[in-house]
């Protein structure tokens, strides 16, 4: 596998164990030689539209990886979450997914130097157009909620630019249209607000900015995306 573009170690979390890799069973899971599922942390990945070359999990097959994370409890599918190392790599294998347009960061990540490394491996390949962003459709036009709905249970990427902040039912909208039953909003539950505010985040000075909403389309009247962290909502162009 080519070297890893150099990024700040900012995910080299806990050490939670290694293993080699002997199969890959998605475009974020692999399986180690000792049976253990291995799901790749802070990324999500999408519809490979592009055709692009060889991936880069599938060239770790028969590598030794190291597993790093906060914590090492398994999903409910029995898969542990980490950070993975190919051999000596200062970046994790997901820095490398994310800069040939592999994948997406997911904005689960919340150490801040993490996600710092991930946004700017992502940046890498959106500014260069590789992998998924050779195509335009990876970032769906607020504007357009059809197109969204056609993503209603898959993570996805929605821009647009916000026309109202409305509170109402202990939930925060971000609208994107004055419909609510057809146009795209990002709603925020009041008791994710303690959160925002820890990191001087106000809803309400999004109105009129143009932003990036990232996290899993679900349909309430039109489509939505629920905010869980403030890492899932980018101003574009400040």
Not at 72 to 82: E, T
Not at 118 to 140: F, Q
Not at 175 to 188: C, K, V, Y
């Amino acid at each position: 596998m080519p070297a890893a573009p150099t990024f700040a170690t900012g995910c080299a979390f806990e050490l939670l164990g290694d293993g080699i890799v002997s199969t890959v069973i998605d475009p974020r899971t692999v399986r180690l030689d000792d049976g253990r599922e291995v799901r790749l942390a802070g990324i999500e990945t999408v519809p490979n539209e592009s055709g692009q070359r060889r991936s880069v999990l599938t060239d770790l097959i028969g590598r030794h990886v190291i597993l790093r994370g906060v914590h090492d409890a398994p999903d409910r599918y029995g898969r542990q979450s980490a950070f993975v190392f190919a051999d000596t790599s200062v970046a994790p294998v997901q820095s490398e997914l994310l800069a040939r347009g592999e994948a997406l960061v997911s904005a689960e990540v919340t150490d801040k130097a993490c996600a710092e490394e991930l946004a700017a491996a992502e940046a890498t390949a959106r500014n260069a157009r590789l992998g998924t962003w050779a195509h335009t459709s990876v970032i769906k036009n607020a504007e357009s909620p059809g197109d969204i709905l056609a993503r209603i249970g898959q993570f996805a990427v929605v821009e647009g630019r916000v026309s109202s902040v409305r509170e109402a039912g202990g939930t925060v909208y971000l609208n994107f249209g004055r419909r609510w039953t057809r146009d795209f909003a990002a709603t925020i539950s009041r008791r994710m607000m303690p959160s925002f505010e820890a990191a001087g985040v106000v809803p309400k000075s999004f109105e009129n900015r143009r932003i990036r909403v990232r996290g899993w389309v679900e349909r309430r009247g039109g489509p939505r995306i629920e905010v869980l962290r403030t890492g899932q909502i980018e101003v574009v162009g400040d």
